[in-house]
């Protein structure tokens, strides 16, 4: 059995991707694909993390070497391939701010 994969320092690429459609603390409508969640810190890691308050969708996401590969970049572009490839018909994935409100997913 492969060793579990684990979140690179700094990457933050699944909180910043995908598009959420559930309330987080500070973004009550979700995010947009393509926008940093307001719960990032200086760093890059999730300042909900272990907490209640932290959206099921978020702890759901686990590091995959499939997802992450070697690089933020390639983390980047499989989660955004993913975003559009789920997204409702019609829908606006991949597009940041504005554009994107009220088409996230949760």
Not at 13 to 40: D, E, F, N, Y
Not at 67 to 84: D, F
Request: aromatic share 2%; with cysteine; charged share 10%.
């Amino acid at each position: 059995m492969p060793a579990p994969t684990l979140c690179r320092p700094g990457c933050a690429a699944c909180c910043i991707a995908p598009s959420i459609s559930s309330p987080i603390p500070g973004m009550p409508q979700g995010k947009p694909a393509g926008v940093p969640c307001v719960q990032l810190d200086a760093d890059g890691r999730c300042r909900l993390f272990g907490h209640p308050s932290r959206p099921a969708v978020c702890s759901g996401l686990q590091p995959a070497a499939e997802m992450c590969g070697s690089s933020r970049a390639h983390a980047m572009q499989w989660l955004a391939r993913l975003e559009i490839a789920t997204a409702p018909a019609g829908g606006s994935a991949g597009q940041p701010a504005a554009a994107a409100t009220g088409s996230a997913r949760g």
